[in-house]
């Protein structure tokens, strides 16, 4: 049986991984003319001046135009443009990397371990939750900083109105060896089994969920390590089973590019683009960005739910049928009915994906009472433990 074209599969698996189909997606060149508002293409990456595009769009219909050109250069282009100069006052990036080098110190002095999603924990200085953090404590700093005109036009391109700006800085010290590629959140987060266990439909709906973008706060030559990136790559549809795969790992190391990038600078990129940091080469650049994680208005639930309070009562019904003898089936159907089943968001100050990728969810800690048979007073205790992890 031939295999379905992309975007009419309904489940994914890796067998439908073809290196030769993902080696001739990626192959495209990046046509200038599909980016008239660019001032260049480098490395298969369009280029943008900021002044220039803060000139494009002083007209509403300029704004349209421009936001346009940037979701279908994220979309169906390359997948990642460079905004040159998008902060274009070095004062308000420097006092913005004053507050998070206090950040990165006081962090450090509590000795307190800092996971990471794709690197080995304490390779790099991560300040999660950067955002609240430079909030409260710096907020003429915060004000001067996140009021940037090109961060808002890129976030209202992707994303609409109403979008949710998250931030961690990561500093990569010289000698800081590279991530390993991969696509990022949501279903970049999860396993091979759990990504797949989400139809074709959610593979392609994941990508429109957030923006990864990233703003240099230092010059950041090649050398240095700035991010590697393989364009074209978000439009591989089983991309989300493919990039842990070693075949497609390879093909990255080989064939990914390297944009130097200038303090003030600003790179913004789908999700589902195939991307790592870079390994820092230098011995003297300590290699700052801040990294924004921009995410949909629509990622919520209708309703807010006490879901640890339905837990503690269902504990008590799933033991019993448990013992029986109901099936692992039904016991993990009430689970998901029951319990929060997603990770985040959460405080990752507190609750590092240390052990993996993201932390147990509430789900994953109910699943684990119920077959090491804790009492209902430990899960209780683990689950307020865990809520305290959370929200701080």
């Known amino acids: 049986m031939a295999p ?30 599909d980016h008239p508002s660019a001032d260049g293409v480098e490395q298969n990456v369009p280029v943008y001046d900021s002044d220039r595009l803060r000139d494009l769009t002083a007209s509403s219909g300029g704004r349209r135009a421009v936001r346009t050109e940037l979701v279908r250069a994220m979309l169906d282009g390359p997948g990642v443009v460079v905004l040159k100069r998008a902060f274009p006052d070095p004062v308000v990036v420097d006092r913005a990397t004053e507050a998070f ?21 304490g390779a790099n200085d991560r300040v999660w939750n950067a955002l609240d953090k430079v909030a409260v404590r710096a907020p003429e700093v915060f004000a001067d900083y996140y009021g940037n ?17 998250t931030s961690q800085i990561n500093v990569v010290n010289p000698g800081g060896a590279a991530q390993r590629a991969h696509r990022d959140y949501h279903l970049g987060f999860l396993s091979q089994e759990q ?21 240099a706060h230092c010059d950041m030559p090649v050398e240095s390590g700035p991010t590697l990136y393989l364009p ?3 439009k591989y549809e ?43 080469r230098t011995a003297d650049i300590k290699r700052m960005a801040n990294l924004l994680q921009i995410s949909s208005a629509f990622g919520r639930a209708m309703e807010t739910v006490d879901r640890e309070a339905m837990v503690i009562a269902l ?32 405080n990752l100050d507190l609750d590092p994906p240390v052990d993996g990728l993201a932390p147990p969810s ?18 209780h205790q683990e689950l307020q433990a865990a809520a305290k992890r959370r929200h701080g």
């Open 149 to 165: 005109d090109m961060l808002a036009l890129v976030s209202e391109a992707w994303l609409g109105p109403a979008y949710q700006v």
């Open 238 to 280: 089983p991309g989300y089973l493919a990039w842990r795969l070693p075949e497609f790992r390879a093909y990255f190391e080989e064939h990914h590019v390297q944009l130097p990038l200038e303090k003030g600078d600003a790179v913004f990129f789908n999700p589902a683009l195939f991307h790592a940091a870079g390994h820092n």
């Open 101 to 121: 080098t206090a950040l990165i110190e006081e962090e450090r002095a509590t000795g307190a371990a800092r996971g990471d999603h794709f690197a080995e924990p």
């Open 195 to 215: 990504a797949a266990a989400y139809p074709a439909h959610v593979h392609r709906l994941s990508p429109v969920l957030t923006l990864q973008g990233a703003v």
């Open 232 to 234: 074209h790559s978000q």
């Open 4 to 33: 379905k074209d992309a975007g009419s599969r309904t489940w994914l698996s890796e067998r439908d991984c073809d290196l030769d189909e993902f080696r001739s997606l990626v192959g495209q060149s990046t046509d200038l003319s």
């Open 315 to 346: 504990f008590p019904v799933l033991l019993r049928r448990r013992a029986e003898g109901a099936s692992e089936d039904w016991l993990r159907h009430v689970v998901a009915a029951t319990a929060e089943g997603y990770p985040f968001p959460t």
């Open 362 to 379: 509430q789900a994953d800690t109910v699943w684990q009472a119920m077959t090491e048979g804790w009492t209902p007073k430990r899960l």
